[in-house]
C-alpha cells in the first residue's frame, strides 16, 4: 500500500514536465524512505535521476517497496487536471493494476479522481559512482534555459568551459558563432546567492563538449529550482542539478562528445 | 428598416464567438421584441437558441419581421475589426441585401462601417418544449469550461451525475479513467452565488452520457455569463443555459447518447 | 574600422525585426555620418530605406566608408540573445569577413559575443527624389498595424483616402466590404501629438489603392515609433515613414496598383 500526499499539485506537474521531455515511460521505485526513478532516454545518452524524500510530503506511507511503470505522456495528462494550489494524493495498493490520484481544491468543494493504467517496463539500472568534480558551476536555472535556448539558434553543440574567471558557452554553426561569458561572483555566503548570480568553484580547468538538445530537454527542469549546478570533470558525464526544495533533487547525466571544438 | 445599437462591441463579439463554433450560417429572426437565432450544428446533434431582448438594446428598431441569413464565419472577421468598447450599430433596409455594421470609438475620432453579404439559409424550426427538469446544476462557467477541457484529455464522451451531493463529470480512455466532483453547496440566497460556487435543485438523480467535443462547444459561451446551468430529465436532451446579462441567453440542446457507461 | 555602440539591444532588435519581413539579405552602408540601408523586397515592389545617425550612438567610429552585406534571418537569430537592456556593439576591421557582435548585460556580470559572416550582396542602388506631397497623413503606428490587420480579414487591396475631413482605409472581398475613417483633430501644436490622434495636412485630396500586405509588413515598425505618416502624391509611391527618436528613421515606399477601386 503506497500513499504519498503533495499540498500543491504544481510541484507533482513540474517533476513530471522535467521528465517526460526525456522519457516516455519510467519505473518509480517507491520504498520507505521516497520515491525514486531512474531513466536513460530514447536514444541511451542522457540519464535522469529523481529523488523525492518521504520527509517531502505532507503525508507519506509506503508498506513495502514497490516499483510502478509509468506513462509519464499520460500521468501528465491527468495532472493537467489538477489545479495548481490542489492538494494532490497519489495512491496504489500492493500489486495494483492502477495508479490513483486524487486532486482536492483549497476549498474541498471540488475532488477529482483519476485512475492510470500501470505498465511493466524493463529496465537496466545503471550505477553511478559519486564523482568528486573538478569544476562545479552554479547559476541561475533561468539564465541556463536562456542561454540554451539562445545558442541552439547558433549551433546544434555547446562547449561549457570552467575556469577561475567564469563559465562561457559556445556554439557555432554555418552562419557564425557564438559565446556567452558569465563571470565568477564572489559571495560572501553561497546559501545567498541571488538568483542572477554565478559561481565556479574550481580546482581545475575543464571543458566539455555537449549536444544541445539535451541541454534543451535538461533546461524543462528550471521551474523547478532557482539554481542549477553544472559538474564537469575530464572523462565522465556532466551532472546537471536541480535541488528541489525541501523534498529532493533532479540529476541529468550527459556524456560529452568526443570531438571537442571550443574554438570560438 | 432594422436599427440596433449595443453600447459594446465586446458584447456582440462574444455572443458570435460563442455560437460560430457549431453553426456556420444561421437565420437570424429580428422582430419588434428582439432578435432570436435557432440552429442545427452540421452534424445535426445539437441545437443552439439564442435570445436577445430589444430592451437589452441602447437603441432598437424593427419596423416588421425580418430574417436575417448571416454567415457567421464572416461576421466574426469583421467583428474582430471592432475595439472591445466602440459602439457597435447593425443596420438592414427592407429586403436588404447587405447587413451594415457601423463602429464608433469612444472619442467619436474613429468610425468603421462594414457591409456584409446576407445569405438565403433553409432551416426547419425546430419545437422545443418547455421542460420540468429532475435536476438542474448551477455552476461556475469558467470551471464548466475547465472540466470540459480537462476530460476531452481523457476520453470523448462524458457522463454527468446529478444527485443532491453534487455533481459527479466521468470520463475514460485508453490510459485510465477520470472524475471530478463539485459538492452541492447551500446558498442562503441562489441569486447571490459566488462564481465558484456549485448548486444542484434535485427532484431525482439523472445521469447523461454527452459527446464531449459539443460541450467543448457549448463552453465557448463561458465568456458570456459567470454562470452556466445544466438541466437534466430522463429521455430527453440536456440543456445548457447561459444568462446575458440584462439582454438574453443562449441555450445548447444536445441529445444524450444511449450507451451509457457510467462506472469509475 | 567600424565600431558602434548602442545602449539598449532592444533599438536594434526593432529595427531589425522591421526590415527582415521584407527584405533576407541586405547591404549596410556604413560612413563616417552614420549607417544606410536601401533593399528592395524580393518581389522588387517595395523599397526600403533605413538611416541611423552616428550621434544617435552612444559610441560610433568608422575611419572609412564600408559597405557590409548582412543576412537578416542569422542577425536577428543573433539578436534574439541580447536581453533587451543589455548594450550592443557591433564592430568590423576593414575588409571583414565577418561582423562581431558583443552584449554585455547592465551588470556587466554576462558578456555575449557573436560573429557573423559577411556575404557578398549585388544590389542596384534606387535614386528617390526628395517630393512635394499633396497630403501627409500623421497617426498612431498601433493603429495603423490594427487597420491594416483588420482589413486583411477583408480584402487584399487598401484603398487610402486622404481628405480634409480625414483619412478612410477601404478594403473588399467576397463577403463584404469595410472601410475605417479617421477623423482629422486639430491640434494646437503638431510636435505634441497624442499617440492616438491624427492629422491630415492636405493640399488636394488624393486616393491611392496598394496591396496590404506590404503595408502588413510595413507596420512591423510600430514598436519602432509611437506614429506613423502616410505621404502621398498623384502618380507616385506612397512613402510611410516612421521616426525613430534620436537616431534617424525608416521609410517604405510602395507603388499603388493602377486599377483603383475605392468605391465602398
Known sequence: ???????????????IEAVKELVDEANFDFSETGIRLQAMDKSHVALSFLHLREEGFSEYR???A?????????LS????????????????????ETLELAFESAGKD???EFKLKLMDIDTDSVDVPD??????????????A?????????????????????????????DGKGSILLKHQKTVDDEKNTPANTTVQINEPVSHSLALKYLSNFAKAAPLADRVTINLIEDAPVMFEF?????????????????????V
Open 1 to 15: 500500500m503506497i500513499e504519498a500526499t503533495l499540498p500543491q499539485a504544481s510541484l507533482l506537474k513540474k517533476i
Open 62 to 64: 509506503c508498506d513495502r
Open 66 to 74: 514497490q516499483t510502478l511503470g509509468i506513462g509519464l505522456g499520460s
Open 77 to 96: 495528462k491527468i495532472l493537467k487536471c489538477a489545479a495548481n494550489d490542489d492538494q494532490v494524493q497519489i495512491k496504489a495498493s500492493d500489486s495494483a
Open 110 to 112: 471540488r475532488v477529482s
Open 131 to 144: 564523482m568528486d568534480y573538478q569544476a562545479t558551476v552554479s547559476m541561475s536555472s533561468q539564465e541556463f
Open 146 to 174: 536562456r542561454i540554451v535556448r539562445d545558442l541552439l539558434s547558433i549551433g546544434d553543440t555547446v562547449s561549457i568551459d570552467a575556469t577561475k574567471q567564469g563559465v562561457r558557452f559556445s556554439a557555432s554553426g554555418d
Open 243 to 263: 535541488k528541489i526544495s525541501d523534498i529532493g533533487h533532479i540529476r541529468f547525466y550527459l556524456a560529452p562528445q568526443i570531438d571537442e571544438d571550443m574554438d
